[in-house]
């Protein structure tokens, strides 16, 4: 089935180490986000591309940046985790173009522990 | 800025019995709605739709009333099942945007 995938499922990485989490889509959205999701709280936008336009939240901070080499992949990159990075973070796309409502497609995440 | 609340963190529901989930929302140039359901260890995953240009929608199971003048949405889970238990979101969008808002969540427990 088509789908959103995220990889790893789940990833451990050590305070101020460079970590990068992976998100594929065979949808051909064009739109790909990046959300955070702590526990017991809503899903926060970090960031999202249309096409290849990227888009920051204001509120996002400069640790997080993200890539999108091609349609299909999407990355996030968590420069120097801090212990307040730990959390689920999820990867969704959608379709956009012309006047259309859509929803948004959801991967399961990839929590990230910080040690 | 504007965003998308709900007023019950938590409920609780006898099995068979019906759900009602609200959410209110503030931006009144939100026109597209929607209900995410999210299990444990899960990404939230797509219940249901309504555009602004409705007042009720139906799926299976589940049913979507859009209240435009008090601004609030609510979702009505019918014969509630333990697989039912789950956090639940809404979300809003604006004019085909590419934002969506979450609201804070109502987790739905089901008792036996």
């Known amino acids: 089935d088509a789908m959103v995938i995220q990889n790893p499922r789940y990833q451990v990485t050590q305070f101020g180490k460079p970590v990068t989490l992976s998100c594929s889509q065979t949808?051909?959205?064009?739109?790909m986000y990046w959300y955070q999701q702590k526990s017991s709280q809503a899903p926060k936008l970090l960031f999202h591309?249309?096409?290849?336009?990227?888009?920051n939240e204001a509120d996002t901070p400069d640790n997080f940046q993200s890539r999108r080499p091609n349609t299909s992949f999407c990355f996030l990159d968590i420069r120097s985790p801090g212990l307040g990075d730990a959390a689920m973070y999820l990867c969704?796309?959608?379709?956009?173009?012309?006047?259309?409502?859509?929803?948004?497609?959801f991967g399961d995440g990839t929590r990230l522990s910080i040690l | 800025g504007e965003s998308v609340g709900l007023h019950l963190p938590t409920l609780s529901v006898q099995e068979g019995d019906n759900s009602i989930i609200n959410c209110a929302y503030s931006?009144?140039?939100?026109?597209?709605f929607i209900w995410y359901k999210q299990e444990s260890g899960k990404g939230p995953q797509f219940i249901i739709d309504?555009?602004?240009?409705?007042d009720k929608r139906q799926g299976q199971r589940v049913t979507v009333l859009l209240n435009k003048t008090v601004k609030h949405l609510s979702l009505q889970i019918a014969a509630t099942q333990p697989g039912d238990s789950a956090v639940y979101f809404c979300?809003?969008?604006?004019?085909?945007?590419?934002?969506?808002?979450f609201g804070p969540g109502t987790r739905l427990s089901v008792l036996p």
């Open positions: 591309y249309y096409d290849k336009d990227f888009n």
């Open positions: 979300a809003e969008n604006i004019c085909y945007g590419q934002n969506f808002v």
């Open positions: 309504i555009r602004s240009n409705m």
């Open positions: 969704a796309t959608s379709p956009r173009g012309g006047n259309s409502n859509q929803p948004q497609h």
């Open positions: 931006n009144s140039a939100s026109d597209y």
């Open positions: 949808l051909n959205h064009n739109v």
